[in-house]
């Protein structure tokens, strides 16, 4: 069973062909990409947490910014293209730059028109 979002009553998206909703029309696939650069202090905050255990909250929060940036860039461009979902989500994470101090998040999917 994948995750099914409700929050937008007229477009939905999933990770999975929701059980009871009858595939329309594919209409391609579609992605959204955010890019995050790592900052000093909070390199050395997280730094400091791994020596002494808990939670990089600063990165958590960036992290979470980026991948709602890239579902809005996903959504965006679905509607671009007339759906009224996307189903087959994926996450992927890379780390970027000569120095390794960008983190991209990049989600893709297949748009539909149901």
Same mark, same amino acid.
């Given at each position: 069973?994948?995750?099914?979002?409700?929050?937008?009553? $007229?477009? %939905?998206? !999933?990770?999975?062909?929701?059980? @009871?909703?009858?595939? #329309?029309? *594919?209409?391609?696939?579609?992605? =959204?990409?955010?890019?995050?650069?790592?900052?000093?202090?909070? $390199?050395? %905050?997280? !730094?400091?947490?791994?020596?002494? @255990?808990?939670?990089? #909250?600063? *990165?958590?929060?960036?992290?979470? =910014?980026?991948?709602?940036?890239?579902?809005?860039?996903?959504?965006?461009?679905?509607?671009?293209?007339?759906?009224?979902?996307?189903?087959?989500?994926?996450?992927?994470?890379?780390?970027?730059?000569?120095?390794?101090?960008?983190?991209?998040?990049?989600?893709?999917?297949?748009?539909?028109?149901?």
């Amino acid at each position: 069973m994948g995750w099914f979002s409700k929050s937008d009553k $007229d477009f %939905f998206l !999933s990770t999975t062909t929701p059980e @009871g909703i009858t595939r #329309g029309q *594919y209409l391609g696939v579609v992605n =959204g990409e955010a890019v995050i650069g790592a900052n000093i202090f909070r $390199d050395m %905050f997280a !730094s400091v947490r791994d020596v002494v @255990g808990g939670r990089a #909250g600063g *990165y958590e929060r960036a992290l979470s =910014g980026a991948r709602d940036a890239a579902v809005e860039g996903l959504i965006e461009a679905a509607k671009e293209l007339g759906a009224n979902g996307v189903i087959g989500i994926d996450f992927d994470y890379e780390v970027l730059g000569e120095t390794n101090g960008m983190m991209m998040v990049a989600v893709s999917g297949t748009a539909v028109k149901l």
